[in-house]
């Protein structure tokens, strides 16, 4: 069962953790097909480009607190810094706060999508929430 707080948001999680996995996908292909490819290179491969775009897009459609969500468990997923008893109510209070947000929808999208290992990050803040994806 998915913690209330986030009752309702997962399939906006389980979707962005899809996309960010086909980018990943998508960049081991075609790092292991064509060695010769510099991270640079590998990130501008049509392939690569046209999953993050379709990532972008999504992203594009959702609201900005639904961003601020995605990045906070993003964040948790990524450095999984809390107290031990804490609540996941707790855990995700506590990082939502600590962030410095931009008013930007844009930029905190892009610092999301940054990150190479976002479908990761992700997953792993959403099992620290107990939520069900």
Same mark, same amino acid.
């Given at each position: 069962? @998915?913690? #209330?707080?986030?009752?309702?948001?997962? @399939?906006? *999680?389980?979707?962005? *953790?899809?996309?960010?996995? =086909?980018?990943?996908? !998508?960049? %081991?292909?075609?790092?292991? +097909? =064509?060695?010769?490819?510099?991270?640079?290179?590998?990130?501008?491969? #049509?392939?690569?480009?046209?999953?993050?775009?379709?990532? +972008?897009?999504?992203?594009?459609?959702?609201?900005?607190?639904? *961003?601020?969500?995605?990045?906070?468990?993003?964040?948790?997923?990524?450095?999984? %810094?809390?107290? =031990?008893?804490? @609540? #996941?109510?707790?855990?995700?209070?506590?990082?939502?706060?600590?962030?410095?947000?931009?008013?930007?929808?844009? *930029? %905190?999208?892009?610092?999301? @999508?940054?990150?190479?290992?976002?479908?990761?990050?992700?997953?792993?803040? !959403?099992?620290?929430?107990?939520?069900?994806?």
């Amino acid at each position: 069962m @998915t913690n #209330p707080l986030f009752e309702g948001k997962e @399939t906006i *999680i389980k979707e962005t *953790i899809r996309l960010a996995n =086909e980018i990943a996908l !998508a960049e %081991e292909k075609h790092s292991q +097909d =064509e060695l010769f490819y510099s991270s640079d290179e590998l990130q501008s491969h #049509p392939a690569v480009k046209e999953k993050e775009k379709a990532l +972008d897009e999504f992203l594009d459609t959702l609201k900005y607190e639904d *961003i601020q969500l995605l990045q906070t468990i993003m964040y948790l997923g990524r450095d999984n %810094e809390h107290q =031990e008893g804490e @609540t #996941p109510e707790e855990i995700y209070q506590q990082k939502f706060d600590s962030l410095l947000w931009n008013e930007n929808k844009h *930029i %905190e999208v892009n610092q999301m @999508t940054g990150k190479q290992q976002l479908g990761d990050y992700l997953t792993n803040g !959403a099992k620290l929430l107990n939520i069900t994806l």
